[in-house]
């Protein structure tokens, strides 16, 4: 009899703490920190065929329960990612002007690079940028002007949206 008492409380205290344990991450995630806002740059189409470079923020981040027992995150769920590309682009490795193959976001890994949109802005890019392509609509498909400016390879990941039709004069539409 002892032991089946030691067996209920035991369970009972699972049971409590268990609750306590989900009431605790309910409440974290009723008090969610303030959500992130991660920069990209955005090479995007004007109505003429003309591509430019702008600094945007992807804001659309959700604050959840991700991996319990583990404490809540921000995640951002894109749909749509229809495929995943990792590139190694060889040190003085050189892109003339060309298009991104679909819209993508390209996430920097290592290296460093330099960017060019037709209306001559450049920007270097290098560990922790992120860079979205959105030049499939530009003018006598120009899009940009690429290349490694770094020591070693530049190499990049690449998350690409095929399904994503491209737009013109939206800058910084991705949220």
């Known amino acids: 009899c002892t032991r089946m008492k030691q067996l209920q409380l035991t369970l009972m205290l699972i049971v409590i703490f268990g609750m306590a344990s ?81 819209p993508q976001l390209v996430y920097f890994l290592s290296g460093t690079g330099n960017w060019t949109t037709m209306d001559g802005t450049t920007v270097v890019l290098t560990v922790g940028d992120i860079y979205f392509g959105e030049d499939q609509l530009s003018r006598d498909h120009t899009g940009h002007y690429s290349s490694n400016i770094g020591k070693g390879p530049l190499v990049v990941l690449a998350v690409q949206f095929g399904d994503q039709k491209p737009t013109r004069n939206q800058p910084c539409w991705l949220k």
Not at 46 to 54: F, I, K, P, Q
Not at 72 to 101: C, F, I, N, S
Request: proline fraction near 11%; hydrophobic fraction near 45%; aromatic fraction near 12%.
């Open 22 to 102: 989900a009431t605790t991450r309910a409440a974290a995630a009723d008090k969610a920190p303030v959500a992130p806002s991660l920069v990209y740059w955005h090479n995007w189409v004007d109505l003429e065929g003309t591509t430019h470079l702008a600094k945007c923020a992807l804001t659309n981040w959700t604050y959840v329960d991700y991996l319990p027992p583990a404490d809540p995150l921000w995640t951002d769920a894109r749909a749509g990612v229809t495929k995943m590309v990792p590139m190694v682009l060889p040190e003085h490795w050189d892109g003339p002007w060309h298009q991104d193959p679909v």
